[in-house]
């Protein structure tokens, strides 16, 4: 069982940055993929990106297109703890940011495939 609890959510204004923080619980915090979603106000929850386990120390980061070059994907294994660094921020950013766990090798994109979600964290950016 892997608990999940987001923060660092906020309500800024355009173009300011903002690093979301996810704790994990449970020891094996290592070896799973851990990722970024948001949904905004009547939308499909969607990938914002991942840090993939491949094997051992070895994690690989992915983007969703929308976010490449503004957001930083990174994690501390030895804090349980993963982090999302979102830079330039733009109003169509607002969104309840939440962070999910996936032990499997599935679309790292696709929500089914992780097992484990936070609650939540709001992110509202202001033009």
């Known amino acids: 069982q892997v608990q999940l609890v987001e923060s660092g959510g906020g309500l800024v204004q355009a173009g300011a940055s903002l690093r979301l923080s996810c704790a994990a619980s449970?020891?094996?915090?290592?070896?799973?993929?851990m990722g970024w979603f948001r949904q905004a106000p009547g939308k499909e929850r969607e990938f914002v990106a991942t840090t993939r386990w491949a094997s051992g120390s070895t994690y690989y980061a992915y983007y969703a297109d929308s976010m490449k070059g503004r957001f930083t994907i990174s994690r501390d294994n030895a804090k349980n703890t993963v982090y999302l660094q979102m830079n330039s921020l733009k109003p169509e950013d607002t969104a309840v940011y939440y962070c999910a766990a996936q032990s499997g090798s599935g679309r790292y994109e696709d929500i089914r495939t992780y097992e484990y979600w936070g609650q939540g964290t709001q992110v509202t950016v202001s033009s």
């Open positions: 449970g020891r094996t915090f290592s070896s799973y993929s």
